[in-house]
Structure formats: structure tokens, C-alpha cells
């Protein structure tokens, strides 16, 4: 009995280690990389974290991008406690984007703020390129999938590398960004370089830089039926916290700005129809009929020009609406990863 009980006691501990041994944070070096606007990168790192098991003709890789601030830990969450996607089944390789503070950022770098200032998502893209060929040695991958700006990068890496990836997953997506959303970001710079102008701490521009966020990330609906009158205050209070140390308002704009210069059909003469010519991934599209932060009629045209399958989330939940039916939506990414 006792035997029996060390042998599942060594058992668990050491799945343990191989969970946490597979979640474990860490870096890949680019020499010398060169970004779109001329500048060169010097050791540019690129962090990852991998979750499940690779197979033995590597035909399991599925790339996971970051969000908007995101990270890879951020997505070992999502993987991990909501089982997004199914690490007994796929080798997931979840990459933080450049400038969000983890790989090559203005906060951890000497390089000049003008370099990561004129990264694009397209920067984006190339690095993960390089992270997924020159280290991990792969020729193509089963799939990608990111959301917000995790979707920008892996629609444009279905532009860039049609035949890299054989399936693409881009939830509450676009393929460039539309008035609305380029006013909303166009807000968030203005705000946070007047204010920094100004001589304002860090502390008091995210608060202001956040709060202005919610106001979009969500629906007005959604927010007066989620925020009790009474609790307002204290809601508001919440806003009022240390700045980051990691996604600093610095990488902030980083990340910004390269999300404001997004668009897949730059290099066809903005011709969206010539630019979805050049796709050869299936692609399964999310939106959020409510998004007030991303504009879903973009993402809805290229799933129509490519003949995509579409999910369009119908609740009052905005920018975040796959958190509001991630159930379904774990389900509908499962069910086209499996095909």
C-alpha cells in the first residue's frame, strides 16, 4: 500500500515538472534582424513558452501570437485553465510579440525608442519566422492562431508565407483597420505622448490611458449591466495602481503604432481582392458584431473574399466577446483544428 502511494506521489510530481518544464519562459536570439523600415535589431530576442508534445513529423505545430500587451504566459493561461486548444493533440508554441516587453522592447533594450517605434506588424511576423524556422527547424506549421493583434499577425503571415501555415485561426480580427479604429488609437497616442509632454507620471497617464480603454473594450450595455451604480466608484478606484513594469506605456505605444500602420493589402495597391489572392491557408475568421475597439466589417469581407468560415459572435460583450462565449468558441476551434 505504501509502495502504491510513493509510486502515484513520484507519478504526480513528476507530471508536475514536465508541466511546468513545458510552460517555463524562454528566448530565442536573432542576429542581426532587419526590420522593415532599415533599422537592424542587434540580439534580438524572441521569447516563447511551449505546451504538448511535438510528433515525430512535426505536423502537430500550431503557432499561438500574442495580443496587444499580451504575453506567452498570458496565453499558458488560456491554454492551461480554459483549454483553448488541445495540448494532448497539438504542440503549441506561443511567442511574445516584439515590443511587449518580454522579447526585444524599448524597456529592455539600449536601442534607440525611433527603431521599436517604427516596428510593424509585418516586424512581427518575420520574427516569429525566424523563431519557428531557424530554431525549432520547421519548414511549415499545422496552424496559427492569435487574437486582436495575434489576429493581425497571423493574417499577414498568411500574405507573407501563404504556404507556411495550413490552417489559420483569427479571432476578433482584422486585416487592417478601419476610420473607427484608427480614431479610437489615434486617441490613445495623442493621450499618452500629450500627457507624458506634460510631465504626467506613468502612474496617473495608464490610469487615464485604461480607463479610457474599458470604455471601449466593452459595450455601454454590457457596462451598466456588469457595474452596479453603487459600485461605480470602487470601479473606478481599480484603475488607480502601480504602472507596469513590463508592458510600460513605452511598449505601449510600440505596439500601438504598429497596429495603426496594419494592413494586409499594402503591398497590392490596397486592393483587399488582391491580397486575399494570395492566401492559401483555410482560415476560420471571428468577429464580434458588438467590437467597438476592432471593427469587425473588415474581417468579415475577407472571410467572404476568401470564402473563410465565419463566426459572428452576437452578444454585448465588445472586444472581449470570445470571453463571454468561450465554450462555443473553444468548441468551434477545435472542431475546425480536427478537420
Not at 315 to 333: F, M
Amino acid at each position: 500500500m505504501r509502495r502504491t502511494f510513493y509510486l502515484i506521489l513520484s507519478f504526480l510530481l513528476s507530471f508536475h515538472i514536465y508541466l511546468n518544464a513545458q510552460s517555463i519562459q524562454k528566448f530565442y536570439q536573432i542576429n542581426n534582424f532587419k526590420t522593415e523600415s532599415g533599422y537592424t535589431i542587434n540580439n534580438c530576442k524572441i521569447g516563447y513558452r511551449t505546451f504538448g508534445s511535438i510528433s515525430k513529423d512535426s505536423s502537430n505545430v500550431v503557432l499561438y501570437c500574442s495580443w496587444f500587451g499580451g504575453n506567452s504566459e498570458a496565453i499558458g493561461i488560456l491554454i492551461n485553465k480554459y483549454k483553448f486548444i488541445d495540448t494532448t493533440k497539438y504542440f503549441i508554441i506561443a511567442v511574445d510579440a516584439l515590443g511587449n516587453g518580454v522579447s526585444s522592447s524599448i524597456s529592455n533594450s539600449d536601442i534607440s525608442d525611433s527603431v521599436f517605434y517604427s516596428l510593424s506588424i509585418s516586424d512581427m511576423v518575420n520574427a516569429n519566422y525566424k523563431l519557428l524556422t531557424e530554431h525549432f527547424g520547421l519548414n511549415r506549421i499545422y496552424a496559427a492562431i492569435g487574437g486582436s493583434m495575434g489576429s493581425m499577425q497571423v493574417l499577414q503571415m498568411a500574405v507573407t508565407y501563404p504556404e507556411f501555415a495550413k490552417k489559420i485561426i483569427a479571432y476578433v480580427a482584422t486585416p487592417r483597420l478601419s476610420s473607427s479604429d484608427l480614431l479610437w488609437m489615434a486617441t490613445q497616442q495623442n493621450l499618452i505622448e500629450s500627457s507624458l509632454n506634460c510631465g504626467m507620471s506613468e502612474r496617473e497617464v495608464s490610469r487615464i490611458s485604461e480607463i479610457l480603454s474599458a470604455n471601449f473594450a466593452r459595450t455601454p450595455d454590457y457596462v451598466t449591466k456588469d457595474i452596479d451604480r453603487s459600485e461605480f466608484q470602487n470601479y473606478l478606484d481599480s484603475f488607480d495602481k502601480e504602472s507596469k513594469k513590463i508592458f510600460t506605456l513605452q511598449n505601449y505605444l510600440t505596439q500601438l503604432k504598429a497596429m495603426m500602420k496594419h494592413d494586409i493589402s499594402r503591398d497590392t495597391n490596397e486592393s483587399m481582392t488582391e491580397a486575399s489572392e494570395k492566401i492559401k491557408a483555410k482560415m476560420f475568421i471571428i468577429v464580434s458584431k458588438s467590437d467597438l475597439l476592432l471593427n469587425p466589417s473588415e474581417a468579415i469581407n475577407l472571410a467572404n473574399l476568401t470564402s473563410s468560415r465565419l463566426l459572428i459572435l452576437d452578444n454585448n460583450c465588445g472586444h472581449l466577446a470570445v470571453s463571454c462565449e468561450i465554450d462555443r468558441v473553444r468548441g468551434e476551434i477545435a472542431n475546425f483544428l480536427d478537420e
